[in-house]
């Protein structure tokens, strides 16, 4: 890829060799026109001037017959005949054929004028010739001298353009440096760099605007959540503990009892949800303190006690290496969290009698289990996603994780080799 400079740059740079290669035959066509009329002009000169040096003679005509043959016989170039009649015009023309003036049998290419003159009141025709200069040397000089100013121009326009690109951009440069980094969840709004640059200012303009808008709808949303989750608590909590009743009683039918029971895995399953909803919220604005000293191996081996039942249910072999003493900072809670719930991912995704294996160096923290296709990347951290159609999680899941490892600084990275799912928590 290239930058948007270099493309128009290059762009002229064709454009320019384009009208170069045509100005060379525009150089030999305008220059051989130029001599052209400038001989003309010369041989007209030329006959102007032997017309009055013969007038001013004034010899007899006998005399001049003779001074003309003599004339002819020096002059091999140019010629005088006599003519009965004025010529109605006078004629151009340009040839080629040996000039006898050079050592060298050489063809040359000669501008000739046939004109009338007088003398003693007498029409003569006259026939000039003038040797007409190389102009494919002129012109091969001056399309050298051409080249050299191009290559010139060129190399300069390279060299601005890398010099004043950096400056002219830098205000483009920056704003694009600050939306990389920027993230919709801090709520905090871009400092852009003031530019005296219309462009450049309009830019920044309509992205600040932008920006604040999205703010503010990303804010909006945040608090509906926060305050929907806050209100279902109560009566989600209301509502199990008047279903635990109705589930003690001893008056349900089979059929009544089986409809609360269905109704109490909802009400559960809604909790669940709203609670993780709830940490998501505190995640997003910091509420968690991150100075804290995780014994990361302990919270591991208190998450795989607790869900020993999981494995047993599941007929899993679990296997782990697990190396001793591995400190890591930031907030307990949330590494729990984010421990408990790979762990149950990997119980969720994995086939009845399949493998888990749990790993645990200074690096990071790795999680394999036993599985039989890919998982969709696309859908896997988006929030209520559904990555396969037979787990019972509310979708949030892996969305907390990659949270909690947002918070943290770490990387979270998903990988499919040998029929094994590999999620990696690097520190």
């Not at 294996?357 to 696309?378: A, M, P, T, W, Y």
């Not at 600084?409 to 799912?421: A, C, I, L, P």
């Amino acid at each position: 890829m290239k930058n948007l400079l270099q493309k128009s740059l290059r762009q002229l740079t064709i454009f320019a060799s384009i009208i170069f290669t045509l100005s060379i035959p525009s150089y030999f066509l305008l220059v051989d026109w130029i001599w052209l009329k400038e001989l003309d002009e010369n041989n007209h000169l030329i006959a102007q001037r032997i017309e009055n040096e013969f007038n001013e003679q004034n010899i007899s005509n006998e005399k001049l017959a003779e001074n003309i043959k003599f004339w002819n016989e020096i002059q091999p170039v140019s010629r005088i005949e006599y003519v009965g009649q004025t010529l109605s015009k006078d004629s151009l023309y340009t040839i080629r054929r040996l000039n006898v003036y050079s050592k060298k049998e050489v063809v040359d290419r000669f501008r000739g004028l046939k004109t009338n003159i007088q003398i003693n009141n007498q029409n003569y025709a006259l026939v000039v010739e003038t040797n007409v200069e190389e102009t494919e040397e002129t012109v091969a000089y001056i399309a050298l001298a051409t080249i050299l100013f191009f290559l010139v121009l060129v190399i300069g326009f390279w060299v601005l353009n890398r010099r004043l690109s950096k400056k002219i951009w830098q205000p483009f440069q920056d704003t694009l440096q600050k939306l990389k980094s920027f993230q919709l969840n801090s709520q905090k709004p871009i400092d852009f760099q003031e530019t005296d640059t219309i462009e450049f200012a309009e830019l920044n303009a309509t992205l600040d605007k932008l920006l604040q808008h999205s703010i503010a709808t990303y804010r909006n949303q945040k608090e509906f959540t926060e305050n929907a989750s806050h209100e279902l608590q109560t009566p989600l909590a209301v509502l199990k503990n008047k279903v635990d009743i109705l589930l003690q009683s001893d008056d349900l039918t089979e059929k009544q009892y089986h409809i609360a029971e269905e109704m109490n895995k909802a009400l559960l399953r809604s909790s669940r949800t709203n609670k993780n909803l709830l940490l998501l919220a505190k995640i997003e604005n910091s509420q968690f303190d991150s100075s804290e000293l995780i014994h990361f191996d302990t919270l591991i081996a208190q998450s795989m006690e607790g869900l020993l039942e999981h494995f047993k249910e599941k007929n899993l072999a679990v296997s782990s290496d697990i190396q001793p003493d591995i400190e890591v900072k930031g907030n307990s809670a949330l590494s729990e969290v984010l421990i408990n719930n790979l762990i149950i991912n990997a119980i969720r995704y994995t086939i009845h009698g399949g493998t888990i294996k749990i790993g645990l160096s200074k690096s990071g923290f790795e999680i394999r289990n036993s599985g039989e296709q890919v998982l969709n990347c696309d859908l896997m951290y988006k929030r209520f996603s559904r990555i396969a159609s037979d787990t019972n999680g509310s979708g949030l899941g892996l969305s907390i994780v990659q949270e909690i490892c947002k918070f943290h600084g770490w990387q979270t990275t998903y990988s499919f080799k040998n029929g094994e799912h590999i999620f990696k928590i690097l520190f």
